[in-house]
């Protein structure tokens, strides 16, 4: 028998997790069987309602599988991770690696990393507009001091490096999309992910540009990530790097936090 | 002063607000899409220089038993001072437990053990917000055998001991009334209703149970629905107009279909007798 409030809402918090609860179902007005069925509808409704969520935050991975496969691997991934916040965006940070442990269910060595990077992009999404660097600010600086610039990414930027192309992989998920087909093999790639006014994306991004990014995010300053990049990749253009980034406002003035 | 008629923000139709003039409504959000950083959250900003707004919150979970999540609560509360909405609301239902959330409206037994809880954790929020927050009456699927209060009396004994205005959801009542066998003329006999602040409207779903009988899912998926528009007319005459909102949550249509709804709540309440209660403001 349920005697208080808080025993009737862990038995309902239990049935919701899919265990049976008699004494939940005598709880209910009416026959069982009725009793049980609206019940259900409750488990029915969470599970489908935090599925979407986790579809809204991972739309590349459901594009690519499939939304009849993602809810499957949106189930099993609930039942080890509970939603512990009402902000929905916020659930699906660990659904990247579940989804790499899942690879046997799916067959898709690609897969892991088209989440993760649709995890990058939520957290761009929701990253505060700061303000970026522009050539005009750089203007105003004595060109002497250039070289102990401290610059960093904005808020909510994040580097994915993959074997697979996901910009392909991305790009063709997209509605109305003129790519109809990618191959996996096509190659790796780097992704910057950003926040726009507007929306977050990437950039695609060169073996030495990755380099100076991967530099500026440890807070190397200008001199040391150039020289970093140049390691990585001969002939690495700082000029065209830096002036590349500038255009597409992905500078901030600072050191990363 | 609140336009009569307002409808749900969708992010879908950010931009196109953003961009023509349209006919004067009241735009509510829902709290928990608005609470982090976003270009969303930058463009409701915006609009609430043209707009007023109202701040419709789903995860406070104000019964449960565990209290209220005062992370959460000061997110929200964080909103609120931007948008400075003409509305705050929640909903009477409970959605966490022992630091898990459901994402669901969850049921109450209407006793007096929730009574006490739901009131004090509305003070809180109350408290914290340092305003009124209107409770809505949620749809009903099912009802514990525990209840000694109708949902009514439940709702106006709140209002009497937290000082909470009432979000009454006209579709809601004929969703809990058509699942739990009521007559919506009876459940609204119940209600004192004094403290009524707004009214939704919303279209919900009929589905088919394998035993054959029906269920009505309060889906706000399809345009207001003829029952609901007949109800919300005798609620009108019992109570007066308030602010009258549209909610369209799934299968979002056009901007244009939204207003079209507005529209029609708008000639409703400018028949109702203007010496009823005025617009809360």
Known sequence: ?257 | MVPPAGIGLRSQHLDELLRAPIRPVFLEVHAENYVRPSPSLEKVLRLRHDFEFSVHAVGLSLGSADGIDEKHLERIARLVERLQPALVSEHLSWSGFEGRFFNDLLPLPYTEEALEIVARNIGRVQDRLGRQVSIENPSAYLGFRASTLTEAEFLDELVRRSGCGLLLDINNVAVTAHNLGLDPADWLNELRGEAITQFHLAGHARNVLDDGSTILIDDHGSRVGDGVWSLFDQILQRFGPRPTLIEWDTDIPPLAVLLDEAARADRTLAQADPRDVALAA
């Open chain 1, 1 to 257: 028998m349920l005697r208080s409030l808080r025993d009737t809402q862990a038995a309902f918090a239990a049935h919701l997790a899919g265990h049976g609860r008699p004494d939940l179902v005598a709880a209910i007005a009416g026959d069982p069987g009725t009793a049980l069925q609206r019940l259900q509808l409750h488990r029915h409704h969470v599970a489908r309602s935090i599925g979407a969520a986790l579809a809204a935050t991972f739309p590349t991975v459901a594009a690519v599988v499939g939304q009849d496969f993602f809810g499957l691997l949106a189930r099993d991934f609930m039942a080890g991770t509970s939603l512990e916040d009402p902000v929905l965006s916020r659930y699906g940070e660990p659904f990247p690696q579940y989804v790499a442990a899942q690879q046997h269910m799916h067959g898709l060595p690609y897969l892991a990393d088209v989440a993760r990077l649709d995890w990058a992009l939520n957290v761009a999404f929701h990253a505060p507009l700061e303000p970026r660097l522009s050539a005009a600010d750089l203007a105003a600086r004595p060109e002497e001091s250039l070289p102990e610039l401290s610059l960093r990414l904005p808020a909510g930027s994040s580097l994915i490096e993959s074997a697979w192309p996901l910009n392909l992989i991305w790009q063709a998920s997209q509605p109305g999309t003129p790519v109809d087909k990618v191959d996996p093999a096509a190659g790796p790639c780097r992704l910057l992910v950003f926040r726009r006014r507007e929306d977050a994306a990437f950039a695609v991004l060169e073996l030495g540009e990755a380099a100076f990014v991967k530099g500026l995010s440890q807070g190397d300053h200008l001199a040391a990530a150039a020289q970093h990049a140049a390691q990585v990749e001969q002939g690495f253009d700082l000029a065209a790097t830096f002036g590349r980034m500038l255009g597409l406002h992905l500078l901030a003035a600072g050191t990363p936090a």
